[in-house]
C-alpha cells in the first residue's frame, strides 16, 4: 500500500500489514472507528522500513485516538499507551517507552551510531505555541552520538496560563529555567529586534508587525546553569560552563527597556590541535555582566577577575566599559591596572548608514612581558562598502615600532603596508602558541591588497639572532609573495648562523590548510657546521667542525614535517671534553620520513693517532617528539677489517687527558671492544665492552699520606675525594666491562708533590655499573702482574717492590674494595747488629738480603699497612731475633725505619755498637722530621737517649725510647693535652729493669690570654739506681696556675689589679679603721657611710621632690635622754 502517494508526503513510503477496522461512517459526528487493531510487517519512513509493529485496543471517535502502539524494530523499541486530541482544541495525554533508537540507522541524524533511549509522559493542551499548557515528564533521557554520551535522569517541563502572566518552568540536572511573562511566539523576535534598533539606528531596520499582533509584550528569564558537561561535550565540545553559572533577562516592549546580567564562576573555551593531540584552554573567571538597554542609551560593564589566553598572556582585572546612544559609543578596555604589565585602550565606535563603521583609537598602551608599548597618536580605521581605511596606526617602544597604513579594496591600487622596525620577537611570542618561545629581532615590510575577492601580499622579512625554546637558530632572512590562485605563500631566502651560511631555503606554506601545510626544500652547500656546536655542553662536546652538502626536503604538516634527503659531511672533528680526545669523521648522514629517523652507517671515526673506529647511529622520532637515539662504536680488528678492507691498528684512543684538580683519574688510554649509547625518555644507557691495550697509562690520585695512627701510613680522605668530583649521574645507566691486561699501567699516586705512588700492571676483568640515583657499583678483580711503590714519608723515600698476585678485590662500593698488596725494599744489611754475635761492637759488612715489607689489606677507604722484616739467610740466632723484633710493635717500627735510612739494624736490649749512639739521633731527628708532617691539628716526636751513671764500683746503663704529642682542642683553643710515652731500660750488674713513661698535661685557659688556667698532671718519676727507690711510678696531680711575662712590675696585670683593689672605696671602709690605730691623729683617715636610699616611683613622687641627705657618723648629733 503506497501510502506516501495516497497522503502526497515523501516522508512515509509502503505500508504492508493486515489490521482490522470496526465503526461507522457518514454519522453526524463524521467518522468513527471504534476499535482497531493490526499487525504491520513494514511501514516505510523517512527512508527506513519499520517493522514488528503492532496496535492493540485502539479507536478514533470525535478526532480523538486511544489505543497502545508497540514496535519492536531491529532499532527500535518503543511501547505507546494513552490519547490524542487531533481537534482544534489539542489535547495530548499518554506515555511512551522508548528501549532503544538507533536515530542514526533511521536517518534522522548522519552518525550510524547514535542512539537515544527515554521514558517519557506527556499532558498538555492547547491550539498553537501561545496556549500550550500542561506538563512534559522525561524520567530518563540517553543519548549517544560519536562516542559521547549524555544522559539526563529527569527533565520536567511545566507550563501555565493565566489572564496576566504566564509561567514556564523546566527542571532538570542541566539546568533550572523560568520563564515568566507574555509573549507572542510568532512576533516576540521582531518585538525584541525593534527595540534594539532604537539603539543600532543604522546597524538594525525596523520591521513592521502585524496589525493583530499583542502590545505589550515583556517577560522575565532567569536560568541556572547545574551540570551542563554532558550536554556541552555532545553539542559544543569546545565550550566550557562552570556550575551556578546564572543568566537574567528582562524585557519590555512597553517601556523600551532591555537588561542583561550574567554571573559565572568560569566561561571558558577549548582549542584542539588535532596533529598534536593537545587541547588548550582559554577562560574568563569571575565574571559579572551588567547590560541596560533604556530607549537609545546602551550601558555595558564587563568585568573578569581573571583572563587566560596561555602561559604567557594571563592577566588580572580584566574590565571592559561601553557608554552611548543612537550608534554611536565609547568603549574602554583595561587589565592589570594595579599589578604588572598594565593595559588600557580608548576608542570610539560610530556605525554610520550603509552598513559603515568608524573607529577611532585614541592614545592607549599595552604591556608585553614588563615592556611598555603605546599608541601615541589618534589613529583611525573605517569600514565602508568593501573597503578598509587604516590611517596612521602606530604601535611603538623606544627605538621599535610597527605602522599600518592604507587602504583595501577591490582595486589592485589600493594596499595597506606595514614597516617592522627593531621589534623584539620576544616581546610578542607571548600572543603566540604557549608551546614556543620565540626570541629575536625583526626588520621588515610587506604589504596585501585585495582582501575581499583574491587576497594578494609580498614582503621581505629578516629576524637577526632568532631563538626557538632558548635554542638559537641564527638570522633568518625570507622574502615571501602571497599565490591567491594556490592560496599559499612563496617563500625562500636563507639562514645563517654565526656568520656562516648554513643552507638555502624556497617552498611554499599553506595557511588555511589543516594538513599538509608546508612543502620546502633546503639546499646545503657546503654548509660550516661550527654552529652546532652552540647546542652542545663545551664540557662534553667542543671543536665542532665540519661541512655539509646535498638536499633535503621538509613537507607535511608543520607541526610534524617529514623530512627527506642525503647530507654528506666532510673534513668533519670534534673534541670529546670527558676524553679529551679528539676525532675525525666523515660520511652520509640519511633522512628517512618512513622512519621517523636520521640514520649514520659505518662512518670511520679516526683518533688523534690514526687509529679507526666505525660508528653506526638511528636517532628515531615520533613526529619530532619522543626523541630516542641508539649509536654504536666499534674498535675492534674484525669490525673494523670487514668494513673498510684494511688492516687495523690494534687499538684506539679512548683517553687522553692531563691532570686537573679534583678529577677522579687521568691519563692515556687505548682499548679494543665496542661501545653502545642508547638514549630515550630522558633516560642514557652506556654500555661498553673493552679491553686494555698497548701504551695506556691512567694515574688516580688518591690524595696522599695524612696522618699516621699505628702503621697506618696510607690514608685515603674518600668523603673529601667524593666532595671535590661530584659526578652528576642524573638519568643515565653505565654497565661498563673492562678486562684489564699488563699492556696498560695504573698509577695510583698518593701524594703527587713528594711523587708517593704505586704503579702497577695487571690483569682481570672489571664491572663497573651506575644507576641514574647516582649509585655506582664494582665488581671484579684486578690482579697485579708486576709494578712498584715509591714510599714517600719525609725524608724517607725508598722504592717498594710490589709481590706478583696480590689484588684489588671489588665486590659492590667502589671505595670498599678489598686489598691484598704486599711490596718490599731490598737492603743489604747485617742481622749480627743485632745479636751478641758483634765483635768488639763492629758490624760486619752487609752481605745479607733484608727485606723490609709492607703489607696493605682492609680497603681502599681505609687501608691497613702492616711493617715487616724478613732476612730469607738468617741463621736461627737471626730469626730469633727477628721474631722478637716482630713482637713488639715498637721496635718493630724502630729497625723498619733505620734499615730504609740507615740501611743497618739497631742493636736490641743491652746491645751497642761503636760509634751508633750519634746515628740514633740522626735517626730519631728524621723520623721526627717525617712524623712532623702527618698532621697540623697533632705535633709528633720521637727520643731516643742513652745514659751512663757510675756510682763507686757500681754503673749503669739507661736507654729510654719516648713518643711525644701536643694538641689544641676546643673551639677557641682553649684545652691544651701533651704528653709523651715511651720505655726505660735500665742495665745494671744485677739485672736489667723496665720501666714505662706516661706523662700527662692537661690545662683548662680560664681567661683569654690564658694566664690563668686549671691544671691536671701525671708524671713519671725517676727510677734509675741513683734516686729514691722508694718512690711510687707515678705523680699526679691538679691545682690552679698563674703565669705571665713582664719587663718591669707596672707592666704587671697582677700588680695592676691589686692597686686598684687598694684605691678602692670597699678597701678603704674595711681595712681604714685598722690603720687608723697606726697613725697620727691629724693623719687618720675617716670613710663617710652612706645609706641606701630607695627613690620612689615617678608616677608617686612629690612635685617638689626632697633632696636626700648624708650625714656620717662623726658628724651625727647624738639624741640627749
Request: charged share 20%.
Amino acid at each position: 500500500f503506497q501510502l506516501g502517494k495516497m497522503i502526497a508526503n515523501p516522508m512515509f513510503d509502503k505500508v504492508n500489514g493486515s489490521f482490522y477496522l470496526s465503526g461507522v461512517v457518514g454519522q453526524a459526528d463524521g467518522f468513527r472507528i471504534e476499535e482497531i487493531t493490526g499487525d504491520f510487517h513494514q511501514i516505510g519512513f523517512n527512508h527506513y522500513d519499520y517493522a514488528q509493529i503492532s496496535v492493540e485496543k485502539a479507536s478514533f471517535v470525535n478526532n480523538v485516538f486511544t489505543g497502545a502502539i508497540k514496535v519492536d524494530d531491529p532499532h527500535v523499541q518503543l511501547v505507546y499507551e494513552g490519547s490524542i486530541d487531533v481537534s482544534k482544541q489539542k489535547v495530548f495525554d499518554f506515555k511512551a517507552t522508548i528501549p532503544k533508537a538507533d536515530i542514526g540507522y533511521l536517518n534522522f541524524v548522519k552518525d550510524k551510531k547514535a542512539s537515544f533511549n527515554s521514558d517519557l509522559s506527556v499532558s498538555m493542551k492547547g491550539q498553537n505555541l501561545s496556549d500550550f499548557e500542561g506538563d512534559l515528564t522525561i524520567k530518563q533521557l540517553y543519548y549517544q552520538e560519536k562516542n559521547k554520551e549524555i544522559t539526563i535522569p529527569s527533565f520536567d517541563l511545566n507550563v501555565e496560563r493565566s489572564t496576566y502572566a504566564d509561567r514556564l518552568t523546566l527542571t532538570s540536572k542541566v539546568a533550572s529555567v523560568e520563564l515568566v511573562g507574555k509573549v507572542d511566539p510568532a512576533t516576540i523576535y521582531e518585538v525584541v529586534s525593534n527595540n534594539l534598533a532604537i539603539a543600532f539606528p543604522t546597524l538594525i531596520e525596523k520591521k513592521v508587525l502585524p496589525k493583530k499582533s499583542k502590545k505589550g509584550q515583556y517577560f522575565d528569564l532567569v536560568a541556572v546553569v547545574g551540570n551542563p558537561e554532558e550536554v556541552l561535550h555532545v553539542f559544543a565540545p569546545m565550550v566550557g560552563i562552570a556550575p551556578g553559572t546564572k543568566l537574567a533577562v528582562h524585557f519590555s516592549d512597553r517601556e523600551n527597556n532591555t537588561t542583561l546580567d550574567i554571573t559565572s564562576d568560569e566561561i571558558a573555551y577549548f582549542q584542539t590541535d588535532s596533529l598534536k593531540g593537545t587541547t588548550a584552554k582559554k577562560y574568563f573567571a569571575g565574571i559579572t555582566l551588567n547590560q541596560q538597554l533604556e530607549q537609545d542609551k546602551l550601558n555595558t560593564t564587563f568585568h573578569a577577575s581573571n583572563a587566560f589566553w596561555n602561559d604567557s598572556l594571563d592577566v588580572a582585572d580584566f574590565n571592559t566599559k561601553i557608554v552611548g546612544q543612537k550608534g554611536v559609543f565609547v568603549s574602554t578596555i583595561d587589565w592589570n591596572l594595579q599589578q604588572k604589565n598594565p593595559a588600557q585602550f580608548f576608542f570610539t565606535t560610530s556605525i554610520l548608514p550603509n552598513d559603515s563603521i568608524h573607529f577611532i583609537v585614541k592614545p592607549s598602551y599595552f604591556t608585553l612581558k614588563d615592556k611598555l608599548w603605546e599608541i601615541q597618536n589618534t589613529a583611525a580605521l573605517t569600514y565602508s562598502n568593501r573597503s578598509i581605511a587604516i590611517d596612521h596606526l602606530v604601535f611603538e617602544r623606544d627605538v621599535q615600532f610597527i605602522t599600518v597604513n592604507g587602504v583595501l579594496s577591490d582595486n589592485d591600487s589600493d594596499k595597506v603596508f606595514v614597516y617592522l622596525n627593531d621589534v623584539q620577537l620576544e616581546e610578542f611570542s607571548a600572543l603566540l602558541q604557549d608551546d614556543v618561545n620565540l626570541k629575536g629581532k625583526i626588520n621588515g615590510n610587506f604589504n596585501f591588497y585585495t582582501p575581499f575577492t583574491t587576497l594578494k601580499a609580498q614582503g621581505e622579512v629578516t629576524i637577526q639572532d632568532m631563538f626557538v625554546d632558548d635554542k638559537s637558530v641564527g638570522d633568518i632572512t625570507s622574502y615571501a609573495q602571497w599565490d591567491y590562485l594556490q592560496e599559499r605563500f612563496v617563500l625562500s631566502g636563507d639562514l645563517d648562523y654565526l656568520k656562516f651560511n648554513t643552507f638555502n631555503f624556497s617552498g611554499y606554506y599553506y595557511p588555511f590548510r589543516q594538513e599538509n601545510d608546508i612543502d620546502f626544500r633546503l639546499d646545503f652547500k657546503n654548509t660550516d657546521i661550527e654552529f652546532v656546536a652552540a647546542f652542545l655542553d663545551p664540557e662534553v662536546i667542543s671543536d665542532v667542525k665540519g661541512k655539509l652538502n646535498g638536499k633535503i626536503t621538509v613537507n607535511g604538516n608543520s607541526s610534524s614535517p617529514k623530512i627527506d634527503g642525503l647530507l654528506n659531511l666532510s673534513q668533519g672533528g670534534l673534541k670529546v671534553g670527558v676524553l679529551g680526545t679528539s676525532y675525525k669523521l666523515s660520511g652520509p648522514i640519511l633522512f628517512s620520513s618512513q622512519h621517523n629517523a636520521f640514520f649514520i652507517n659505518n662512518m670511520p671515526v679516526i683518533d688523534e693517532e690514526g687509529n679507526t673506529a666505525v660508528l653506526t647511529s638511528s636517532i628515531n622520532h615520533e613526529h619530532f617528539q619522543n626523541w630516542s637515539a641508539n649509536i654504536d662504536l666499534w674498535f675492534d680488528r674484525e669490525t673494523v677489517e670487514n668494513t673498510y678492507h684494511r688492516s687495523f691498528t690494534g687499538r684506539f684512543l679512548v683517553l687522553n687527558t692531563k691532570y686537573n684538580e679534583g678529577e677522579v683519574y687521568y691519563g692515556k688510554g687505548y682499548a679494543t671492544g665496542y661501545a653502545n649509547i642508547f638514549i630515550q625518555d630522558g633516560q642514557t644507557d652506556i654500555t661498553l665492552n673493552a679491553q686494555t691495550e698497548k701504551d695506556t697509562k691512567i694515574t688516580v690520585p688518591m690524595y696522599g699520606p695524612s696522618e699516621v695512627s699505628e702503621y697506618d701510613f696510607i690514608t685515603i680522605d674518600v668523603q673529601k675525594k667524593l666532595t671535590n668530583k661530584q659526578v652528576d649521574l642524573t638519568g643515565i645507566n653505565l654497565d661498563l666491562n673492562i678486562t684489564a691486561t699488563p699492556q696498560a699501567e695504573v698509577d695510583l699516586v698518593f701524594n703527587e708533590k713528594t711523587g708517593d705512588a704505586i704503579s702497577a700492571r695487571g690483569l682481570g676483568p672489571i664491572n663497573i655499573t651506575a644507576d641514574n640515583f647516582g649509585k655506582i657499583q664494582m665488581k671484579g678483580q684486578y690482579v697485579i702482574a708486576t709494578g712498584k711503590y715509591d714510599f714517600v714519608l719525609p725524608p724517607i723515600k725508598q722504592q717498594f717492590t710490589l709481590v706478583p698476585g696480590g689484588s684489588i678485590t671489588w665486590t659492590g662500593d667502589p671505595y670498599e674494595a678489598n686489598l691484598a698488596i704486599s711490596a718490599y725494599n731490598k737492603v743489604n744489611a747485617s742481622i749480627k747488629e743485632l745479636t751478641a754475635d758483634a765483635v768488639g761492637g763492629i758490624s760486619t759488612v752487609g752481605n745479607e738480603e733484608v727485606r723490609c715489607i709492607l703489607n696493605i689489606s682492609n680497603t681502599i677507604s681505609n687501608p691497613t699497612v702492616q711493617l715487616d722484616i724478613d732476612v730469607p739467610s738468617a741463621n736461627e740466632a737471626g730469626k730469633q731475633a727477628l721474631s722478637r723484633i716482630r713482637s713488639n710493635p715498637a721496635d718493630l717500627q724502630q729497625q723498619f725505619f733505620t734499615l730504609l735510612v740507615m740501611k743497618r739494624f739497631v742493636p736490641l736490649n743491652g746491645q751497642t755498637s761503636q760509634g751508633f749512639g750519634g746515628a740514633t739521633d740522626v735517626l730519631a731527628e728524621q723520623i721526627n722530621s717525617a712524623l712532623d708532617g702527618l698532621s697540623k691539628q697533632v705535633k709528633f716526636n720521637v727520643g731516643y737517649d742513652t745514659k751512663s751513671a757510675q756510682n763507686g764500683a757500681a754503673s749503669s746503663l739507661t736507654r729510654q725510647t719516648t713518643v711525644g704529642f701536643q694538641t689544641a682542642l676546643g673551639e677557641n683553643k682553649s684545652i691544651l693535652i701533651s704528653g709523651a710515652f715511651g720505655v726505660a731500660n735500665s742495665s745494671t750488674a744485677v739485672g736489667v729493669t723496665n720501666s714505662y713513661i706516661g706523662d700527662m698535661n692537661i690545662e683548662y685557659l680560664i681567661n683569654n690570654d690564658g694566664t690563668f688556667r686549671l691544671k691536671i698532671f701525671n708524671l713519671s718519676n725517676d727510677r734509675g739506681v741513683l734516686t729514691e727507690k722508694y718512690k711510687g711510678d707515678f705523680t699526679q696531680g691538679i691545682g690552679l696556675h698563674y703565669q705571665e711575662q713582664f719587663n718591669e712590675l707596672n707592666e704587671s696585670k697582677m700588680v695592676r689589679s691589686f692597686g686598684k683593689l687598694f684605691q678602692s672605696a670597699t678597701y678603704k671602709r674595711l681595712f681604714s679603721p685598722i690603720l687608723n690605730l697606726f697613725r697620727r691623729k691629724e693623719n687618720k683617715v675617716f670613710v663617710k657611710k652612706g645609706r641606701n636610699i630607695v627613690p620612689l616611683p615617678a608616677e608617686n613622687q612629690p612635685s617638689s621632690p626632697e633632696v636626700p641627705i648624708e650625714i656620717a657618723p662623726e658628724q651625727a648629733t647624738p639624741i640627749k635622754q
